[in-house]
């Protein structure tokens, strides 16, 4: 069974960085992407970064590009998102996903496997 754990979410100021990790485990993930969205309550959940572990391929979000960059660790089948310039609107759970998919169809679709979710709060 696929499981995926988030790692680095917590409060940060205005201006600040975050990493998340999330680290999958039970398949072979080889040809998967990886990737985080993020919710807040009430609002759509939207698409932040993804990444092939196969062809390296990444995408990144509009609200977030120039800000965040996602790479990858295939040996330990682990992805990481380093957040920086954090702003108030950045304040959500983020949620790992997974699937074999193509990271431009992954980022339209809803991954079949999720992680727990980790807080990501912004403050002034």
């Known amino acids: 069974q696929v499981q995926l754990i988030e790692s680095g979410g917590g409060l940060v100021q205005s201006g600040g960085s975050l990493r998340l990790s999330c680290t999958a485990s039970g398949g072979s993930f080889s040809r998967y992407t990886l990737g985080w969205f993020r919710q807040v309550a009430g609002k759509q959940r939207e698409f932040v970064a993804g990444?092939?572990?196969?062809?390296?391929?990444?995408y990144y979000g509009d609200s977030v590009k120039g800000r965040v960059s996602i790479s990858k660790d295939n040996a330990k089948n682990t992805v990481y998102l380093e957040m920086n310039n954090l702003k108030l609107e950045d304040t959500a759970v983020y949620y790992c996903?997974?699937?074999?998919?193509?990271?431009?169809?992954?980022?339209?679709?809803?991954?079949?496997?999720w992680g727990q979710g980790t807080q990501v709060t912004v403050v002034s």
């Open positions: 996903a997974a699937e074999e998919l193509p990271v431009t169809i992954f980022m339209e679709a809803t991954p079949a496997y």
């Open positions: 990444i092939n572990f196969y062809s390296g391929n990444l």
